[in-house]
């Protein structure tokens, strides 16, 4: 019996996980000009994938558009296997949303604004107060269940709007910019949450971010994107060894020190009163170290800040030379 044969009768051996975003041709255009330029992706069922890209790539429009809360100029867009020029409704019903801004109701109270999100939904008044309650547990507000939203700090804000977003128990999670603006130890919070969310309840998440740490700790793959174009796709680690060379000289405070041209396979980069350069082995990078004397410098392994650096253009920054392998 041939494989394909073998494999017909055992589906199970040939299953891959259903996709629940599927973007093809991805456009939307504001005027004359794309925020979101052709793109196609496609999100599976468990999976954290992320959107990395920074100011002004095209990150919240995507999301919204996946939300149904702005329409496609073209392309295609399925979500939960449906169609969001037709079918927004249900989606929206299928799916919890945190946008990049909190929108909590300043006059309610933190448990008001779950019970009353939850009306939105139609879920019954009982198990909306249960909802509610586990989730208040979940991000350990429970405490605070009576304050106000005014007196909550940013994280406290941040964790309630993904407790919010999971009232109907959504299958996929569209978070854009979870973290921005907290500060590094409730980063950190922030994530364990996400992390312990995906473990217990196997929800697939969408995120979009612009700390590469978060990209890195969080997402199973990614999308690089800038422009509104996708630069690159795949895990971070996929990402590192197809982007960058395997080790990075970082030179930091610089000042109007020249960049060294690229020679021998080395690429250069600067970017804030930082110099980089790249080469597939650390000797190759020793020399270069040697012209920085009394300068702050290491060789490390490189990372996905470098592949980020290495892709997203910044007309404000030089660089020098190509990525090489
Ligand atoms: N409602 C709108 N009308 C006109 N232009 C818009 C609108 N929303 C976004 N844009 C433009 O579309 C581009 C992409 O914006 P978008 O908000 O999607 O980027 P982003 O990746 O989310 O950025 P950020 O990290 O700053 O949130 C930007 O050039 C932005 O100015
Ligand atoms: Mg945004």
Redesign the pocket.
């Known amino acids: 019996m041939t494989n394909t044969a073998l494999e017909s009768l055992h589906p199970v051996l040939n299953s891959k996980p259903p996709v629940v975003v599927q973007a093809r041709a991805l456009t939307?255009v504001?005027?004359r000009?794309p925020?979101?330029d052709a793109i196609d992706f496609s999100v599976s069922r468990g999976e954290t994938f992320g959107?990395l890209?920074?100011?002004?790539?095209?990150?919240?429009?995507?999301?919204?558009m996946i939300a149904c809360r702005?329409p496609l100029t073209s392309g295609e867009l399925f979500v939960e296997g449906r169609d969001v020029r037709t079918q927004a409704r249900e989606i929206r019903s299928l799916i919890g949303v945190v946008p990049?801004e909190n929108n909590l109701d300043p006059d309610l109270n933190v448990l008001r604004n779950l019970i009353v999100y939850a009306s939105y939904y139609r879920i019954p008044k009982t198990r909306a107060a249960q909802r509610a309650a586990e989730l208040l547990d979940f991000i350990g507000l429970s405490e605070r269940a009576d304050a106000k939203i005014d007196h909550l700090s940013g994280g406290m804000k941040r964790r309630l709007m993904i407790a919010r977003s999971l009232l109907h128990e959504p299958r996929l999670l569209v978070l854009?910019?979870p973290t921005?603006g907290l500060d590094p130890q409730v980063r950190q919070e922030i994530w364990q949450k996400l992390e312990e969310l995906r473990r217990v309840s196997g929800v697939t998440i969408l995120l979009?971010t612009?700390y590469m740490e978060e990209a890195e700790k969080l997402c199973e793959r990614l999308v690089v994107?800038d422009?509104?174009k996708i630069l690159a796709t795949g895990t971070p680690r996929e990402l590192v060894s197809a982007q960058v060379s395997r080790f990075a000289l970082e030179v930091r405070d610089v000042g109007d020190l020249p960049l060294r041209a690229a020679r021998n396979g080395v690429s250069a980069v600067t970017r804030s009163n930082a110099h980089f350069y790249f080469a597939a082995d650390a000797e190759t990078l020793t020399p270069i170290m040697k012209e920085y004397e009394g300068r702050r410098r290491m060789i490390r392994l490189s990372n996905l800040e470098d592949v980020f650096l290495q892709l997203v253009s910044d007309n404000d920054e030089t660089r020098a030379g190509s990525p090489s392998q």
């Open positions: 939307k504001y005027g000009q925020a979101v959107l890209g920074p100011n002004g790539a095209g990150k919240s429009t995507t999301m919204r702005t990049q854009d910019e921005t979009s612009h994107i422009h509104g």
